[in-house]
T-cell receptor, first 110, second 111 residues
């Protein structure tokens, strides 16, 4: 099993650009989530999904959209990037309360 | 809202000693508490989960305690090794799969 995979590993955007961070898992987990990690702030929940077709907002959802058309994939979209969205983004899937994290995407918005 | 406090200062200990990390929370006790390890440039990795009705949980050299009166969890690594150097995150959950994470404590084990 590949576990949780994320692409790209690094990305630089200009303010106002849009992009999609990809996340996929091959463990057939229903629950998936997106976090951002900033220095001194810890991991903060952006959006989560309890299964295909169902998504909900977390603690910091503004500026981000998600969709869940399949169990495997949970992409995160930035509609109009802002410098405040410079961060490291982690995707995770959950089974029996244990979260499995991807390797992260380091995003810089200029 | 719930607040989780982990010591933001790095913990430096000598190889072979026991490392003890602290996680304090406010408000009501969570259904369960988890500890994760995170290495630089990588995603967190699950270590241990302890439920509110459990006092202690062990896994190899790791031990977690959960005191709902003190609103505190302690994470111990016995016989610490340089390979244990990492940041350790505490996370709480309230009967859902949603986790609230602390900011983590960096542990440095030197030979």
């Amino acid at each position: 099993n590949a576990g949780v995979t994320q692409t790209p590993k690094f990305q630089v955007l200009k303010t106002g650009q849009s992009m999609t961070l990809q996340c996929a898992q091959d463990m057939n987990h229903e629950y998936m989530s997106w976090y951002r990690q900033d220095p001194g702030m810890g991991l903060r929940l952006i959006h989560y999904s309890v299964g295909a077709g169902i998504t909900d907002q977390g603690e910091v959802p503004n500026g981000y959209n998600v969709s869940r058309s399949t169990t495997e994939d949970f992409p995160l979209r930035l509609l109009s990037a802002a410098p405040s969205q410079t961060s490291v983004y982690f995707c995770a899937s959950t089974s029996y309360n244990e979260q499995f994290f991807g390797p992260g995407t380091r995003l810089t918005v200029l | 809202s719930q607040k989780i406090e982990q010591n933001s200062e790095a913990l430096n200990i000598q190889e072979g000693k026991t490392a003890t990390l602290t996680c304090n929370y406010t408000n009501y006790s969570p259904a369960y508490l988890q500890w994760y390890r995170q290495d630089p440039g990588r995603g967190p990795v699950f270590l241990l989960l302890i439920r509110e009705n459990e006092k202690e949980k062990r896994k190899e050299r790791l031990k977690v305690t959960f005191d709902t009166t003190l609103k505190q969890s302690l994470f111990h690594i016995t016989a610490s090794q340089p390979a244990d150097s990492a940041t350790y995150l505490c996370a709480l959950s309230y009967n859902t799969d949603k986790l609230i994470f602390g900011t983590g404590t960096r542990l440095q084990v030197f030979p």
